[in-house]
């Protein structure tokens, strides 16, 4: 079991910078893929980040790459998401996710989920 709570979103202007964090209890949290998704009222779920148990491996959503950073400090149980160079398009709540998914792109391929916090940007 993992249980995992969100914090750091927040209103931001454009081009500026948040990071959002996600905690995370369980013993298995070092051994899982944690993953960043998002919703924009309106829309589906959508992939952003994720990251494999050692941190050595990550990936990205296109629209993301070069502007956000997933890292984890297993010591501390806790993965975030640096986002810079925001855009009104990311505006969205941001839901981290563990697991040991297939494909980590696929919402539905993992088995914890946080509550969300609101990202939004303005312009």
């Known amino acids: 079991q993992v249980q995992l709570v969100e914090s750091g979103g927040g209103l931001v202007q454009a081009g500026g910078s948040l990071r959002v964090s996600c905690a995370a209890s369980?013993?298995?949290?070092?051994?899982?893929?944690m993953g960043w998704f998002r919703q924009a009222p309106g829309k589906e779920r959508e992939f952003v980040a994720a990251?494999?148990?050692?941190?050595?491996?990550?990936r990205y959503a296109d629209s993301v790459k070069g502007r956000f950073t997933i890292s984890r400090d297993n010591a501390k149980n806790t993965v975030y998401l640096q986002m810079n160079s925001l855009k009104p398009e990311d505006t969205a709540v941001y839901f981290c996710?563990?697991?040991?998914?297939?494909?980590?792109?696929?919402?539905?391929?993992?088995?914890?989920w946080g509550q969300g916090t609101q990202v939004t940007v303005s312009s």
């Open positions: 369980g013993r298995t949290f070092r051994l899982s893929v």
């Open positions: 990251i494999n148990w050692s941190g050595d491996d990550t």
């Open positions: 996710a563990a697991g040991t998914p297939s494909r980590v792109a696929t919402p539905h391929k993992y088995d914890y």
